[in-house]
């Protein structure tokens, strides 16, 4: 069976390209961690804990480039690597990135790149590196309601529109996200959120 390579898969806008991986990392590492806050109450022993938010994945690796026997200079790989730091143009900001090895696929952006030199021709150009990569996942705030729906977004819920509430409120009460006030809107066949009447009843939907 042939060994198969790890590859980091770059979104460019509409359109992906493969950056292959020289050689196989001999290990990678995954970091996951919570947020919370450390409140002190006068006359307990140990702060109470309060959840905050989820923390953001991440993975780290070595990976090594060798182009000693080419005898050409191992910027040319190295630096389609480092360049995953760069601002893309259409949607200014680095690309999104997956780094894909077996059953090892990571969605998200390269946050760190550091290259370590090792080898290097009488002329002084650079034939081996080792690279120490840092992703982070990333997904978008639908994504993540989508995989963590909240309590409320689980059925459909009837609620009568208050004094001066609007949709994006209730979409923020009821999603905690604002902007899906679209949703709301979409279900119960408003065109024009503006004009929704003080007192009316309205459908919340479950987010699929």
Do not use: C
Not at 134 to 150: G, N
């Amino acid at each position: 069976m042939a060994l198969k390579k790890a590859k980091i898969i770059v979104h460019k806008g509409s359109k992906t390209e493969n950056v292959d991986v020289m050689f196989n990392p001999g290990e990678y590492t995954i970091d996951t961690s919570n947020e919370y806050s450390w409140n002190k109450v006068p006359g307990l022993s140990m702060p109470i804990a309060q959840f905050v938010s989820g923390g953001t994945t991440t993975l780290s690796m070595d990976i090594f480039f060798d182009t000693y026997e080419k005898g050409t200079d191992v910027r040319l790989l190295t630096k389609k690597i480092s360049g995953l730091l760069d601002i893309e143009k259409e949607i200014h900001a680095p690309p999104l990135v997956r780094f894909v090895w077996g059953s090892l696929d990571f969605k998200g952006v390269v946050v760190g790149v550091n290259q370590h030199f090792t080898m290097f021709l009488d002329s002084g150009i650079p034939v081996r590196a080792k690279l120490k990569v840092t992703f982070k996942s990333t997904l978008s705030k639908k994504d993540q309601l989508k995989q963590i729906p909240r309590h409320s977004a689980d059925r459909t819920k009837l609620k009568m529109l208050s004094q001066g509430e609007q949709l994006w409120s209730l979409a923020a009460n009821e999603y905690e996200d604002p902007t899906l006030w679209r949703e709301i809107a979409k279900a119960n066949g408003i065109d024009n959120p503006m004009k929704v009447a003080t007192g009316r009843r309205i459908s919340v939907p479950r987010l699929d």
